[in-house]
Each structure stands twice: as C-alpha cells, then as structure tokens.
C-alpha cells in the first residue's frame, strides 16, 4: 500500500507513521498548488508481508 501527502502536513505523516507507514522518499517541488506554492511530498508505504502484523495491532479489540 502506498500513501502521499505533503511534507508541511505533520499530523498526517505522525499518522502514517503510527500505523506503521514507513516513509520511502521524497518528491521535491513536484507540483504546483492552487496558491502558486511549489508542494513537496513524501512517500510511505506498508508491504503485504507486514500487513498482517499492523492489522492486528490496529483493529485489536474491534472483534
């Protein structure tokens, strides 16, 4: 799985990072946004292998 957002957008990111998101890379000044400002984004990802893990320890307690 991947996830992008904006590197100025730390409670996403905490987020990311708090379900396990692992940050992959940066895509600087990629993108111009609707007030001419130059958005750089970062990249994380969760792999299929490490699913299983971050999905019980996300959903535990919903059974």
Do not use: C
């Amino acid at each position: 799985m991947e996830f992008k957002t904006d590197v100025l957008n730390e409670r996403a990111r905490r987020g990311l990072r708090g379900v396990g998101g692992v940050e992959e890379g940066i895509l600087r000044s990629h993108m111009k946004m609707w007030n001419n400002r130059r958005r750089t984004s970062i990249f994380y990802s969760v792999l299929k292998t490490e699913w299983p893990q971050l999905k019980a320890t996300i959903f535990a307690g919903f059974d």
